[in-house]
C-alpha cells in the first residue's frame, strides 16, 4: 500500500503546528506479553459486567436517549466513596479529557505553567494546544521533585503523583507546601497510579481539597480498576474548580460518558472489595518483580505505581528492550535526555514476570 500524502493545505495552523501524543504501542503479536502500556494484570470487578449488561438488556429503550449530562449517579458514587460533596466532583472521558479540560479552564494566562522536566509527555502536548507557556523544571539527580524549585510566579503546577515514568511519590507535605506557597494558582495533582500506593488512601492529595482551594486532583479508572477500555476519569476539588471545568466541558462536550460508562464505572466503585483485593495483588507483585530484576543487576527505583523504572547494569536499555521484543515481550523505552539508560516495565501477571524473567537471564548468559 502507498504511503498516504497529506494536503495540509486547509488545516488551520493550529492543527500544521501540533505535536501529537504518542501513545504506548499496542501491537499485534502471537503470544504477546504486553508490558509497556501499564495496563492493570486483572480484570475488573464481575459487577461493571453485570451492570453494562443490565443496561443492554433491561434498559436498551433508553439507548435511544442521551445519558445524564453530568453522571450524577457516578459522580454521588464517588463523592461517598472519597467522603466528598456531588459538587466536588468531575468526570469526564477518561482522564485524558480532563486534564485537557483542566489546561483550556486554568492554564490559559499569561503567567506560565510549571511542570517536572521528565513527567507524562501529554502534558507539553496540552500546553502546545492550549497556548500554554510550559516552563519544565529539572528532577532532583534521584528524579525526585523539589517542591523549593517552584518558588516563582505560575498560574499553576501539574504534577504526577505517582510521577511517571518514575513511579516515585511526592509526599503531601510537599503538596501543601506548594499549594500553600502559591495560593493564586491552580495545583494539578495527576494522581493516576495512587491507588497502588502503599497505604494509597493516606497519600492521596484529595484528603487537602478541604483545606487548599486550589488543589484539583484527578484520577482514572484505567489503571487501578481495570478500565482503560471504557475511558472514565474524574476530578477532585473545590466546587469553584469544578463549576469551571463543568462550563468548559458543556461548551465542548456536554455528553462526554456514555450509559453503559456510566454504569459500569458506578459498578466498579461500589464494588470495594474487589477493588482493594487487586490493588494489593498489583503491589505484591510489584514487589517481586523488583526484588527479581535487582537480583539481575538492574538499578529500580522505589516506584509507588503499577510499573517499576529499571536501569539494566551496563545501561543499555535500547539493546535489552529490542531484544525482547524479538521474543514478544514489550517494554517501553523513552529515547529522552536522562532516562535512555531505564526501561518502564509494567506491572504483570506471575506468569509474565517469568517470562521477563527467564529472558533476561538468558540474554545475561549470551
Not at 489546561?103 to 502546545?128: C, G, H, N, T
Amino acid at each position: 500500500m502507498s504511503e498516504l500524502k497529506v494536503d495540509t493545505r486547509l488545516w488551520s495552523g493550529k492543527a500544521r503546528n501540533l505535536s501529537p501524543y504518542i501513545p504506548g504501542e499496542q501491537p499485534q503479536h502471537d503470544n504477546l506479553c504486553k508490558l509497556n502500556t501499564n495496563e492493570n494484570p486483572f480484570p475488573p470487578s464481575p459487577k461493571v459486567a453485570a451492570a453494562i449488561s443490565a443496561v443492554l438488556t433491561q434498559q436498551a429503550e433508553e439507548l435511544r436517549l442521551y445519558p445524564a449530562p453530568e453522571s450524577d449517579d457516578l459522580r454521588g458514587a464517588l463523592a461517598r466513596a472519597y467522603d466528598l460533596d456531588i459538587n466536588q466532583v468531575f468526570v469526564g472521558n477518561g482522564s485524558d479529557e480532563v486534564l485537557a479540560l483542566i489546561f483550556a479552564s486554568f492554564f490559559m494566562k499569561e503567567r506560565p505553567l510549571l511542570a517536572p522536566d521528565i513527567s507524562y509527555s501529554f502534558y507539553p502536548v496540552y500546553a502546545q494546544t492550549f497556548g500554554v507557556e510550559l516552563v519544565k523544571i529539572a528532577l532532583e539527580a534521584d528524579f525526585s521533585i523539589d517542591p523549593d524549585a517552584y518558588r516563582q510566579p505560575c498560574s499553576g503546577i501539574i504534577i504526577a503523583n505517582p510521577n511517571a515514568p518514575t513511579g516515585l511519590l511526592l509526599s503531601l507535605a510537599d503538596i501543601r507546601k506548594l499549594a500553600s506557597e502559591h495560593p493564586n494558582a491552580t495545583i494539578v495533582i495527576d494522581e493516576a497510579y495512587i491507588d497502588f500506593a502503599q497505604a494509597g488512601a493516606t497519600v492521596s492529595a484529595v484528603s487537602l481539597i478541604h483545606e487548599l482551594d486550589n488543589v484539583l486532583v484527578t484520577q482514572t479508572f484505567s489503571k487501578s480498576r481495570s478500565l482503560a477500555g471504557l475511558r472514565v476519569g474524574m476530578a477532585f476539588g473545590n466546587p469553584s474548580l469544578i463549576e469551571a471545568l463543568t462550563r468548559m466541558k458543556n461548551s465542548f462536550n456536554s455528553y462526554p460518558l456514555d450509559k453503559l460508562a456510566q454504569a459500569g464505572a458506578r459498578a466498579s466503585v461500589l464494588d470495594t472489595e474487589y477493588f482493594e483485593q487487586t490493588c494489593q495483588q498489583v503491589i505484591d507483585l510489584r514487589h517481586s518483580l523488583t526484588a527479581e530484576l535487582k537480583a539481575l543487576g538492574f538499578e529500580v527505583l522505589p516506584s509507588q505505581a503499577n510499573f517499576v523504572f529499571a536501569r539494566p547494569h551496563d545501561g543499555d536499555a535500547i539493546g535489552i528492550a529490542s531484544a525482547l521484543r524479538e521474543q514478544g515481550i514489550i517494554v517501553r523505552h523513552f529515547d529522552t535526555p536522562r532516562i535512555q539508560e531505564y526501561l518502564r516495565i509494567t506491572v504483570g501477571t506471575a506468569e509474565q514476570h517469568q517470562r521477563l524473567i527467564t529472558a533476561l537471564k538468558e540474554l545475561a548468559a549470551q
